[in-house]
């Protein structure tokens, strides 16, 4: 998916909607939603992730892919079920009436490039991953100006996120890849 690469309304409200009936296909043990009839776009190789927000704003899930290896439309189906059911930092949806009280939200992605260093990563812009001693960690474009973070503050939170120290990011070894995301939600519809 290149970057600019716009989806109408109607391929918003697919994506929304299929990652909604994904979860509820889940919940009720039925067969997952058919997406043969989706437009040619949405059956191009990209990646997702999907994030699940209470209805005061508060992180539920949210589980993604950074790489583009299979049509968005079952990226979309795979991480609906990942975000809802086996975010390890939750526990899993346990009924209809929890999810009817979510809002769902769908990061398109660009693919990662490689940057010299940490300040080529722009708040607000970009999404980063870091790689530093071994582990790694992402945030999405959007989650610094939600937590109201810096750059410095966005890199150290995403140093503890990969299970190191909060100044790992300064460090020699640390690797860094940006990324483009984008980025719609049920509250917007």
């Known amino acids: 998916m290149g970057e600019g690469n716009i989806f109408t309304n109607d391929e918003i409200q697919y994506l929304l909607r ?4 994904t979860m509820e296909a889940r919940l009720e043990k039925k067969s997952l939603p058919d997406v043969s009839g989706c437009s040619a776009k949405l059956r191009e190789p990209a990646s997702c ?22 049509p968005l439309v079952e990226n979309v189906v795979h991480n609906a079920i990942n975000s809802a059911f086996r975010d390890p930092r939750f526990m899993p949806v346990s009924s209809l009436s929890e999810l009817e009280g979510l809002v769902v939200e769908i990061s398109v992605l660009t693919p ?15 999404g980063v991953i870091m790689f530093c001693a071994g582990r790694s960690a992402v945030f999405l474009p959007q989650v610094a100006p939600e937590q109201g973070w810096d750059r410095e503050t966005t890199l150290s939170h995403l140093s503890m996120k990969a299970g190191l120290s909060p100044d790992a990011w300064r460090s020699q070894d640390a690797r860094f890849k940006v990324f483009r995301a984008i980025v719609f939600s049920e509250k917007d519809l």
Do not use: N, Q
Request: proline share 5%; glycine share 14%; net charge negative.
């Open 18 to 21: 299929l990652a909604r009936s």
């Open 49 to 70: 992730f999907v994030t699940l927000h209470t209805a005061d704003g508060g992180l539920r899930g949210c589980i993604g892919a950074m790489e583009a290896y299979e």
């Open 112 to 126: 990662p490039e490689d940057v010299d260093g940490p300040d080529k990563f722009v708040v607000g812009e970009h």
